[in-house]
């Protein structure tokens, strides 16, 4: 059974840094991409982050390149989203799913999703 | 980017009724790549459909997508009362990946 879990949310001032790790189980983790997903309180779904599992390549919603970095160490099975210079405006649900394939289009189709952390960015 | 406008944003009918859902994209989706997400309250999303009109396994064979291009359509042949719930379409085709609004299927 595919399971996803994120943890590391939280309540952090603007400006400061916090990282996202997702812990997964269940499939061969290294081929698979992974996904950061958001979700404003009340609001809909936004895309942040894709990390490739083949080459490890990354994609970066406009919104947070160059202030987010995501990562994966495929000896442990988890995926990271490293958060700087954190906004008011980043605050969300910070949901981490897995690809529907090992390649091809539906690399950016996503099939399992963790249950989601909390980040409150606020003084 | 490419923006993908829901409609409507909230779609009140009763148990039994169709739900027509529509996704309309600000340039062509690349390959119809284009998906449909159910969040129910409370819940993460589940996937749905992909590639347009490809169900997810498991997928009761009452949701059905179609559409090509700028124009996609999620149909709900008739609700069940577990359909009630937000429904997003994802684009695929480009970066970077985008999502609708949601259309909100609530009970009339």
């Known amino acids: 059974e595919v399971q996803l879990l994120e943890s590391g949310g939280g309540l952090i001032q603007p400006g400061r840094s916090l990282r996202l790790s997702c812990a997964a189980s269940?499939?061969?983790?290294?081929?698979?991409?992974l996904t950061w997903v958001r979700q404003a309180p009340g609001k809909g779904l936004e895309w942040v982050s894709t990390?490739?599992?083949?080459?490890?390549?990354?994609h970066y919603a406009n919104s947070v390149q160059g202030r987010f970095t995501i990562s994966r160490d495929n000896s442990k099975n988890t995926l990271y989203l490293q958060m700087d210079s954190l906004r008011v405006d980043d605050t969300a649900i910070y949901y981490c799913?897995?690809?529907?394939?090992?390649?091809?289009?539906?690399?950016?189709?996503?099939?399992?999703w963790g249950q989601g952390i909390l980040v409150t960015v606020s003084s | 980017e490419i923006v993908l406008t829901q409609s409507p944003v909230t779609l009140s009918l009763s148990p039994g009724e169709r739900a027509t859902l529509s996704c309309r994209a600000s340039?062509?989706?690349?390959?119809?790549?284009l998906a449909w997400y159910q969040q129910r309250p409370g819940q993460t999303p589940r996937l749905l459909i992909f590639?347009?009109?490809t169900r997810a396994p498991g997928i009761p064979d009452r949701f059905s997508g179609s559409g090509s291009g700028t124009d996609f359509t999620l149909t709900i042949s008739r609700l069940e009362p577990e359909d009630f719930a937000v429904y997003y379409c994802?684009?695929?085709?480009?970066?970077?990946?985008?999502f609708g609004g949601g259309t909100k299927v609530e009970i009339k």
């Open positions: 994802q684009q695929y085709g480009s970066f970077a990946l985008t």
């Open positions: 269940g499939f061969t983790f290294s081929t698979y991409a």
């Open positions: 799913a897995k690809a529907k394939a090992s390649g091809g289009s539906l690399t950016w189709v996503f099939d399992y």
């Open positions: 990390i490739v599992g083949s080459d490890s390549s990354t």
């Open positions: 590639g347009a009109f």
């Open positions: 340039q062509g989706v690349s390959g119809n790549y």
